[in-house]
């Protein structure tokens, strides 16, 4: 889902991958998926996607467990703090967009009643104006969030590989793998 070229010229290298994409084609919403891709994967790489996907972020972990097959893996990094509780930049999101006033972004949000709310001070990735953070996870809700979906044998890619380039010298917002069951 959205994954760098960094990755995704490498996976498609080795494996038959397609990248997806949001707002492009191959588009996918993994908020809200047909039926007809499910169990199709054996594998579905998320690289900084879920912590984008507004509320409730649940339908996309459940979502991603169904386009796997049983047996398959789900490989997931997003940013997460090791304790405490996931924080929602905007829990009480319902209609909202983001504009541009005076060269500063907002976000305006429009509540069931028709209460009106804006937001500053926004965070993005990729550049002011382009992805909006939603959330910062929790390790312990993430995994929550993991085993709630379905997921099995959720695992923290947290060893050192140095013949790969690999030293992790941070502990928090590592690669997590999980199964699908078969």
Do not use: C, W
């Not at 972020?57 to 097959?69: G, M, P, Q, T, Y």
């Not at 990094?77 to 972004?105: I, M, W």
């Not at 060893?159 to 690999?166: M, V, Y």
Request: proline share 5%.
């Amino acid at each position: 889902m959205s994954d760098s070229s960094v990755y995704s010229s490498g996976l498609s290298d080795a494996f038959d991958y397609t990248n997806s994409f949001y707002h492009q084609e191959p588009f996918l919403d993994i908020t809200d998926l047909s039926t007809s891709r499910y169990s199709q994967l054996q594998f579905v790489v998320s690289s900084d996607v879920f912590e984008h996907i507004s509320r409730p972020v649940s339908a996309a972990f459940d979502n991603a467990r169904r386009l796997l097959a049983p047996g398959g893996v789900f490989i997931v990094s997003v940013p997460y703090r090791l304790d405490g509780a996931t924080v929602e930049h905007f829990p009480l999101l319902q209609e909202a967009e983001v504009l541009k006033r005076n060269d500063q972004f907002f976000l305006r949000n429009v509540d069931s009643d028709g209460k009106v709310t804006e937001f500053d001070k926004l965070e993005f990735h990729g550049g002011p104006g382009t992805t909006l953070v939603m959330r910062v996870f929790s390790l312990p809700d993430l995994m929550s969030s993991m085993q709630s979906a379905g997921f099995s044998d959720i695992r923290i890619h947290d060893e050192d590989e140095p013949h790969f380039g690999i030293i992790n010298k941070r502990k928090d917002s590592l690669v997590l793998s999980a199964v699908n069951p078969a």
